[in-house]
């Protein structure tokens, strides 16, 4: 319920706690937009899923893919720096100073690590532990960033 109060009547200091309380959320808000992101990017087209025999693990195992590029690896790191960022940030409540950068790579590491699995199902994409790896690389790096930042 709204208050009825004319703005002179807030306790001092209540518009500062507001304001802070709503810039702790946004970096929660900004991991999980950024987290429904890469789920859409690493499983679209949502199509023609399929069981192909192949173990749900084997791209754990699996040698150096034929096919690569260093542009490839490259955006791969990228593409989750800002995940570990946003995710270590929204993590900065949980105790000690390398708990956040800590949680935030345990979290990017098993979304890549479930979206790899989910690709096995679908042909138009390729599971890869190389993925895995750049993926947590870039998580790590984007947590690593909030140690610098505060």
């Not at 859409?40 to 195992?61: E, I, T």
């Not at 490839?72 to 989750?80: E, H, S």
């Not at 345990?106 to 790896?133: H, K, M, Y």
């Amino acid at each position: 319920m709204p208050s009825t109060l004319p703005p002179a009547a807030h306790p001092p200091g209540a518009l500062a706690a507001a304001t802070r309380a709503h810039a702790s959320s946004l970096p929660r808000h900004l991991a999980l937009a950024y987290l429904a992101l890469i789920v859409y990017a690493s499983l679209h087209p949502f199509s023609g899923w399929r069981d192909d025999g192949l173990p749900l693990l084997s791209f754990v195992d699996a040698g150096w893919p034929r096919y690569w590029t260093t542009f490839d690896l490259l955006i791969n790191v990228l593409a989750y720096l800002p995940l570990g960022f946003f995710l270590a940030l929204a993590l900065r409540r949980l105790p000690g100073r390398l708990t956040p950068a800590l949680a935030a790579l345990l979290v990017g590491g098993l979304l890549s690590f479930s979206l790899e699995c989910v690709q096995t199902w679908l042909p138009s994409r390729v599971a890869s532990n190389v993925d895995l790896a750049c993926n947590t690389v870039g998580t790590g790096f984007g947590a690593l960033l909030t140690l610098w930042h505060g």
